[in-house]
């Protein structure tokens, strides 16, 4: 079982950064793949970014490309997302995921737990 805890959301104006943490549980994070998603209500899951158990391979939605970086430290359990260039759009509940498969994956019915999501607001 794995819990999973996501912090550092909040509002920032457009143009700003924030940095998301996801902290995990248990002893076997490093063999989780991880992954970020978000959701604005009565709206769909959207990927965000993936990252491989190992963290040497990740992967990007064409809307963040560039702007947002995935990673993760295997010692600390915890993964990370620093956003740059927020844009109002991005405004949405931001959660991590685990996959006990060990390369990336961008679906979300991949994953098998959750956190509870953080809200991030751009301010335009």
């Known amino acids: 079982q794995v819990q999973l805890v996501e912090s550092g959301g909040g509002l920032v104006q457009a143009g700003g950064s924030l940095r998301l943490s996801c902290a995990a549980s248990g002893r076997t994070f490093s063999s989780y793949a991880m992954g970020w998603f978000r959701q604005a209500p009565g709206k769909e899951r959207e990927f965000v970014a993936t990252?491989?158990?190992?963290?040497?391979?990740?992967y990007y939605a064409d809307s963040v490309k560039g702007r947002f970086t995935i990673s993760r430290d295997n010692a600390k359990n915890t993964m990370y997302l620093q956003m740059n260039s927020l844009k109002p759009e991005d405004t949405d509940v931001y959660s991590c995921a685990a996959t006990r498969r060990y390369y990336y994956r961008t679906n979300s019915h991949d994953y098998d737990y959750w956190g509870q999501g953080t809200q991030v607001t751009v301010s335009s």
């Open positions: 990252i491989s158990a190992s963290g040497s391979s990740t």
